[in-house]
């Protein structure tokens, strides 16, 4: 055992040699006021941003870049006015409030964020509604949303499909989940912006790299644990403190900030029908497909994927027919923690990076694992996007901010009335 | 480097605010988690309730302070059995899954824009302190003596809270060993040990899970009523998933099903947080330590509780007093 704990610290610290060197790439001496607009997630470019002294001095005029941010830097620390022309935005956002003035301190040698959250023309929540669209509009929004649930409800998906095989073959409910999918992120980030890799090579660099450190957790860490004979609980408080220490290393290797990509990241979006979409979007939502059916056709086809499902079924009596049961366990961590940081980019793609990306988007993942039904490899993929669909479309009656609400108080209804899930089996739930 | 300063907040924090209605919080942990079996990761949504109670039956509808008590004790209770209808059917995973999924949605609904009128958006709520504190029998003035070298004071107002705090987890506990003593303790011990032979002799199983789901809820509860009155304001987000962790740490480090594990628990959680807090800010600041900033420390004390929940549950899953035997933490 003690073994096991010192290679998990051995792993963990080959990992902060990895990343140690990019997350510091940008430490630059920063006195002004800096921010990003986004606009659902995609950022803003070109929004004019005026910023003037207290007294009314103009300090400088800059416009957001291709990644939606701006930033000036002032001489002076003090109280400064900053000033967003509504004119320059793009056509369909205003800002949220309708106040385009913020009034920022800035700190010695400390660079402060300003906010100004955009929505779409006539959103929620504001008075001037759009009666005039009527209908139409609504359904427009309705298949914008749609749109948009469906990819979040893909991401969900591939996630939860690793958390729900490595639920069904160990029993371990994996908490340090999200920590996975974080994990992909920063490192595709680590190598696209820290060593100027391309994004998509990154991205296979990174979903292998997970792979190997999925198998290496599982070789060294929860194998070792199985072995012990660790009860479920056990590991279950175990892995809550694994999310705790990986996701604080994330905050000190990475960085507090939000981060995106160097490709890809302002895409003006394309008109089908009555939805917009970035192309990103689309060929990460048909990545994420393909995934999907190439795992669930190696689960239902190969010998394998036959294996690990026996194994979910009845570890005792798949190992006493002959089947490997460590060996498929390992084979499932390693792919469950590869396609796990695939939706950890695909994740980064659509919004941004964050050390808390992972931890923000868990208890969806959980949802949409058991509302299809703990430990069911397709449960998860079903549950999932009923997830993603039920937040966006759920934002057309609901505030945007209180859309996981309505997600999580499904989940509890649906256990009400099915306990085992959309797919679950009756027994599974003892 | 400020020793002087370290040891002074260390040894404060042994007995603090912070180690009060953490203790609370954990004593209503171990109920649930030591004594039954329970595995609620929501913990943080009943002192959030009880907090909010309080804060929102004073602010915003102006009563008095002790009608926010009783206000914020009811809602905590209302939680506890609306938590439990769903979930106390359910296996072990699911309940922590579901009253995660549950203490996050109190969250989300305090902190939204929507209902900023009533419970004041992600900035909380404050001034509904004023109340408590008339009550103080201490004169203004700091409180404390020097140990040595080493000040330790604490001011007035911080000092009732600590006074009425620990009454209260004095109460508590008494309370938990009293009615872990009593038929109907060994009923809860004896669920967490195998559901089902309870089941044939006769007990209804899921009354006696959500009585222990109401105490707990309501002793936990405390703690958010002494987060509130201590620090004059209630915030969503210290109501996170986080909060309900650390708390599960303390107990587990203290020691499950044992009375005065939890309180040992967060009074050392407390004690080796604020010296490793206070020691590596001091070691950056004085340039000793220097491959990281000071809120890099900030962050790495937290990768330390994570790493010693780890090998608490590795090396040693009955904490400091805990009896292994006694531990609801194989498969079920």
Known sequence: MRRAVIAFTAFLGGLVFLLVGPAHADPADCQGLKGTLTFQGQPVNGARIAVSTEGGQPVETVTSNAQGAWDVQVEDPGRYRVTLDPASLPQNTEIRGGNNVRTPTVYEGNCSSVLFALQAKGAAGQQQGDEAGGSSSFWTQAAQLTFEGLNLGLIIALAALGLSLIYGTTGLTNFAHGELVTLGAILAYAFNVGFGLHLIPAAVCAVILAGILGYGQDRFFWGQLRRRGTGTVAMMIISIGVALFLRYMYLILFSPQTESYAQYTAQPGIEIGPISAAPKNLVAMGIELLVLVIVGIALLRTRTGKAARAVADNPALAASSGINVDGVIRIIWTVGAAIAALAGIMLGLSQNLKYTMGQDILLLIFAGVTLGGLGTAFGALVGSLVVGLFIQVSTLWVPPELKSVGALAVLIIVLLVRPQGILGRRERIG | ?332
């Open chain 2, 1 to 332: 480097m400020d020793w002087i300063t370290i040891f002074s907040t260390t040894i404060k924090s042994a007995v603090g605010v912070e180690t009060v209605l953490y203790a609370l919080a954990a004593i209503g942990i171990n109920i649930h988690f030591g004594y039954t079996g329970l595995l609620n990761f929501g913990q943080a949504a009943f002192m959030a309730v009880a907090g909010y109670g309080l804060a929102v039956t004073v602010t915003v509808m102006g009563l008095p302070f002790w009608v926010g008590i009783v206000i914020g004790l009811v809602a905590a209770a209302i939680l506890a059995l609306l938590m439990g209808i769903p979930t106390l059917h359910l296996r072990a995973d699911y309940l922590a899954i579901v009253t995660i999924a549950v203490a996050e949605i109190i969250r989300l609904v305090f902190r939204s824009v929507a209902f900023k009128d009533i419970f004041g958006g992600s900035d909380g709520q404050r001034g509904f302190s004023g109340g408590f504190q008339a009550l103080n029998p201490f004169p203004e003035g700091d409180y404390g003596f020097n140990l040595g070298p080493i000040p330790i004071f604490f001011p007035h107002w911080q000092l009732w809270v600590m006074v009425v705090g620990w009454l209260l987890i004095a109460l508590c506990c008494f309370i938990v060993f009293l009615l872990m003593k009593s038929p109907w303790g060994r009923v809860l011990k004896a669920i967490r040990e195998d559901e089902d032979a309870v089941r044939s002799l006769g007990k209804n199983v899921f009354s006696y899970k959500m009585q222990s789901l109401v105490l707990g809820g309501v002793i936990g509860c405390l703690g958010g009523f002494v987060y509130g009155l201590a620090y004059g304001s209630v915030q969503p987000d210290v109501f996170g998933t986080e909060t309900t962790f650390f708390l599960y740490t303390m107990v587990i480090l203290g020691g499950a099903a044992r009375v005065f594990g939890p309180v040992i628990g967060a009074m050392l959680f407390w004690v080796l947080l604020v010296l490793l807090n206070g020691t590596l800010s001091e070691a950056v600041a004085a340039g000793v330590i220097t491959f990281i900033d000071t809120s890099q420390a900030g962050a790495l004390r937290y990768v330390f509780v994570g790493l010693g929940l780890i090998l608490l549950l590795v090396f040693r899953p009955q904490g400091i007093f805990g009896d292994k035997r006694e531990i609801a933490i194989d498969a079920r």
